[in-house]
């Protein structure tokens, strides 16, 4: 350290024995003030080697081998070429420092209209107020520019040369003299005695809200509690001698309700041999137990969602009570311990279908057509609903909050329908339209809208998730390729029955060898899905047959569900 201060002190040691550096740097080195922290750390810590030293002792830059540098150098040290001296020919314009071409440009706090009325008033009139004074006197301000012109004019701005033009004598002024009227002070005053009162007294409240009500043509809404929940177990007992409950798959009914693979051949169904009634009015949906289908859930206009054995007794195992209107739709999620529930009091409901407890209750005050579960399994707490209002809407069972809302269809949005492995969804309207979203896009990336088209308030997926089998308003079924961009297949249509304004449903056989159909008539229609040949139909309902359903380990099996309040099952 003592050696490196050596370099610029006036001791006695000889140039020789000073090491490398040579005389002129050390004549160079001599300035620095060793009072000075920063100075006094440049000459301990920096080696001579990595000094560029200009002519007056200060640093021009570092050198480029260098590898640790022990103090805080300028943008300028830091970032100097490293060839090349200063150009000994720069003009002081150039060598002066600039932020542009032409100079160097200081912010300055002048509004827009003042900078532009200056400008325009320079373009004008050839003068304006001088910028380089900092204060201003207002009564005598600092002009550049024409002197002769800012004289004449006194220095007036383009904005403030305008004469004031004469009022308009056609102009009439109401009520511009408080002596008009006794106790009046003026236009924006107020009368004499006159109180300003913020909140309105309970009577003065009464009057208001039924002026509005009459003025809105409505009368008081008084906001719909959700009917209390109440659930009836039918069997004796809710489990067994081993503690089973009757969601528990049967073992003694000689099926394999486990196995994942529909049967190789099935058959069509030709006689009847059970049926469930229990319901007062028309059934609205039934559905299948996931996976085993050794329960059945149906739902009925009045407001009753029952659950049915399948199997051994085919009896009514629960009854849940919940909904003060008819009950629209229903869907189990993939284990077929919960099950959701929409109707016409505009709420949704989640139930346990075991305990017949309700969970949570969901509405947006619109009537919900259609309820789904996402089919993913990391996505079970996810459902979604198609409203009256024409929307889509995502609801999440943990928070019981809206998270995502789908609002592109022009009517009521009628089925909901995944594809795709779950990673998309169809939607039918009443708006004649079919639209293909995302999950999670609010925003549909497919629509498919034909003049030709009807409206589909049903649609099914064929379980191989190929094909989307839609039942059509003009008496047919229309067919969607999955997997082509959800081409319509033209060639592929199913004719003969008669569902103009229903919604009755659509099923496949297990192994895709059948379609299944129901009409306004109660009758029960089977096509082949190969030939789209008419194989069989008979009388299955008294009144409209709804909804049908072929049973996924049964080769022959059929359930349907009619407006005459009974189900039915046929082999």
């Not at 206009?301 to 629960?318: A, L, P």
């Not at 998309?424 to 034909?450: N, Q």
């Amino acid at each position: 350290m003592e050696s490196l201060l050596g370099y610029g002190s006036d001791s006695d040691v000889s140039d020789e024995e000073k090491g490398p550096i040579s005389a002129d740097l050390t004549a160079h080195l001599k300035p620095i003030d060793k009072s000075n922290s920063i100075s006094k750390s440049i000459a301990l810590n920096m080696a001579p080697a990595v000094l560029h030293l200009d002519s007056k002792g200060d640093q021009l830059r570092i050198d480029a081998t260098t590898k640790e540098v022990k103090y805080n150098p300028k943008y300028d040290v830091l970032f100097a070429p490293e060839v090349g001296p200063e150009n000994p020919f720069k003009t002081q314009q150039m060598s002066a420092p600039r932020n542009m071409l032409s100079g160097f440009v200081e912010p300055a706090h002048v509004s827009d209209f003042q900078f532009e009325n200056q400008r325009r008033t320079f373009t004008s009139y050839g003068y304006a107020i001088d910028p380089s004074v900092d204060k201003q006197d207002i009564s005598e301000p600092a002009l550049v520019g024409d002197s002769v012109a800012s004289a004449e004019s006194k220095g007036l701005t383009v904005f403030e040369s305008n004469k004031k033009r004469p009022e308009d004598k056609r102009k009439r002024l109401w009520n511009d003299d408080p002596t008009d009227l006794e106790g009046y002070l003026g236009p924006w005053g107020k009368f004499v005695d006159e109180k300003t009162v913020m909140k309105p007294s309970e009577e003065e409240k009464k009057d208001l809200d039924e002026i509005l009500a009459k003025r809105n043509k409505t009368g008081k809404q008084a906001e719909e509690k959700s009917m209390e929940e109440k659930t009836t177990l039918h069997i004796k007992e809710a489990y067994d001698y081993q503690g089973r409950s009757f969601l528990h798959v049967p073992q003694d009914v000689g099926v394999n309700l486990k196995s994942e693979y529909p049967p190789e051949k099935c058959f069509l169904p030709k006689k009847l041999i059970h049926t469930w009634s229990g319901h007062s009015k028309g059934v609205a949906a039934i559905r299948w137990f996931p996976k085993s289908a050794h329960l059945l859930l149906s739902c009925s206009m009045d407001t009753k969602i029952k659950i049915w054995q399948v199997y051994n007794e085919r009896q009514c195992i629960r009854s849940y009570l919940g909904h003060k209107q008819a009950v629209r739709d229903i869907n189990f999620n993939n284990t077929g311990t919960e099950f959701l529930s929409c109707g016409y009091d505009r709420y949704c409901k989640l139930w346990d279908t075991e305990t017949g407890q309700c969970k949570a209750r969901f509405t947006s005050r619109k009537v919900p057509y259609c309820i789904k579960f996402n089919p993913d399994d990391d996505k079970q707490h996810l459902f979604v609903a198609g409203t009256s209002d024409k929307k889509i809407i995502c609801w999440d069972i943990r928070s019981g909050e809206m998270v995502q809302e789908y609002d592109r269809h022009l009517g009521a949005v009628n089925s909901i329908t995944f594809v795709d492995q779950n990673r998309r969804f169809v939607s039918t309207s009443d708006d004649k339209s079919l639209r293909v979203w995302e999950w999670d896009v609010p925003v549909d990336f497919k629509y498919i809208a034909d003049p030709t088209m009807h409206s589909m308030p049903t649609v099914t997926l064929s379980p191989n998730g190929k094909w989307l089998a839609c039942q059509s308003m003009d008496n047919k079924i229309c067919v969607f390729n999955v997997l082509n961009r959800f081409k319509y297949m033209r060639k592929k249509t199913f004719t003969g029955h008669m569902v103009a304004g229903y919604a009755c449903t659509i099923d496949f056989s297990p192994e895709m060898s059948y379609i299944i159909c129901g009409d306004a008539d109660g009758k029960l229609y089977i096509w082949d899905w190969k030939t789209t040949k008419l194989y069989n139909k008979f009388k299955a309902h008294d009144d409209v047959c709804i909804a049908v359903l072929w049973h996924p380990h049964e080769t022959s099996k059929v359930a349907t569900a009619g407006w005459d309040g009974v189900i039915k099952f046929w082999d």
